[in-house]
Protein backbone atom coordinates (compact mmCIF):
# COMPACT_ATOMS: atom_id res chain seq x y z
CA UNK A 1 0.00 0.00 0.00
CA UNK A 2 1.16 3.50 -0.65
CA UNK A 3 -0.10 6.19 0.62
CA UNK A 4 0.36 10.08 -0.82
CA UNK A 5 -0.89 12.60 1.55
CA UNK A 6 -1.61 16.27 1.38
CA UNK A 7 -0.80 16.23 -2.38
CA UNK A 8 -3.42 18.41 -4.73
CA UNK A 9 -4.08 16.04 -7.77
CA UNK A 10 -3.43 18.78 -10.36
CA UNK A 11 -2.12 16.99 -13.71
CA UNK A 12 0.41 19.37 -14.56
CA UNK A 13 2.39 18.44 -10.84
CA UNK A 14 5.38 16.20 -11.04
CA UNK A 15 3.81 13.76 -8.44
CA UNK A 16 0.85 13.44 -10.30
CA UNK A 17 2.34 12.34 -13.51
CA UNK A 18 4.15 9.72 -11.80
CA UNK A 19 1.55 8.30 -10.16
CA UNK A 20 -0.60 8.71 -13.48
CA UNK A 21 2.07 6.75 -15.66
CA UNK A 22 2.74 3.99 -12.94
CA UNK A 23 -1.42 3.77 -13.67
CA UNK A 24 -0.91 3.88 -17.64
CA UNK A 25 1.88 1.42 -17.51
CA UNK A 26 -0.15 -1.12 -14.93
CA UNK A 27 -3.21 -0.59 -17.63
CA UNK A 28 -1.22 -1.66 -20.34
CA UNK A 29 0.50 -4.63 -19.37
CA UNK A 30 -0.37 -7.73 -20.52
CA UNK A 31 1.21 -9.66 -17.45
CA UNK A 32 -1.01 -11.26 -14.87
CA UNK A 33 -0.38 -9.92 -11.56
CA UNK A 34 -0.70 -6.10 -11.74
CA UNK A 35 -3.26 -4.79 -10.05
CA UNK A 36 -4.06 -1.36 -8.39
CA UNK A 37 -6.79 0.31 -6.85
CA UNK A 38 -6.47 3.98 -5.89
CA UNK A 39 -8.82 6.29 -4.16
CA UNK A 40 -8.41 9.88 -4.20
CA UNK A 41 -10.14 11.64 -1.76
CA UNK A 42 -10.99 15.27 -2.55
CA UNK A 43 -11.11 18.53 -0.22
CA UNK A 44 -14.96 19.17 -1.64
CA UNK A 45 -15.99 15.53 0.99
CA UNK A 46 -16.13 13.70 -2.70
CA UNK A 47 -14.42 10.72 -3.59
CA UNK A 48 -12.55 9.47 -7.16
CA UNK A 49 -12.16 5.88 -7.35
CA UNK A 50 -9.64 4.20 -9.86
CA UNK A 51 -8.62 0.68 -10.77
CA UNK A 52 -7.76 -2.07 -12.91
CA UNK A 53 -8.97 -5.34 -13.03
CA UNK A 54 -6.11 -7.58 -12.84
CA UNK A 55 -4.17 -8.84 -10.09
CA UNK A 56 -3.30 -11.57 -7.65
CA UNK A 57 -5.41 -10.19 -4.81
CA UNK A 58 -9.05 -9.38 -5.35
CA UNK A 59 -10.27 -5.76 -4.51
CA UNK A 60 -12.71 -5.54 -2.86
CA UNK A 61 -15.56 -2.79 -2.67
CA UNK A 62 -14.93 0.23 -0.43
CA UNK A 63 -17.31 2.85 0.52
CA UNK A 64 -15.29 6.16 1.17
CA UNK A 65 -16.39 8.44 3.95
CA UNK A 66 -14.40 11.81 4.52
CA UNK A 67 -15.31 14.11 7.17
CA UNK A 68 -13.82 17.80 7.12
CA UNK A 69 -13.53 19.73 10.30
CA UNK A 70 -12.34 23.18 9.48
CA UNK A 71 -12.20 25.43 12.81
CA UNK A 72 -12.12 28.64 10.88
CA UNK A 73 -15.22 28.09 8.99
CA UNK A 74 -17.29 30.57 10.33
Not at 9 to 23: I, L, S, T
Not at 24 to 43: C, P, S
Not at 59 to 72: G, H, K, S
Request: contains cysteine; hydrophobic residues 30%.
Amino acid sequence: MIKIDWVKWYPDFDEVMAVEEVMHRLNETDEEGYGYKMIILNEDNTSEPYCNDRGEERFYDMEVRCYIDNPYDV
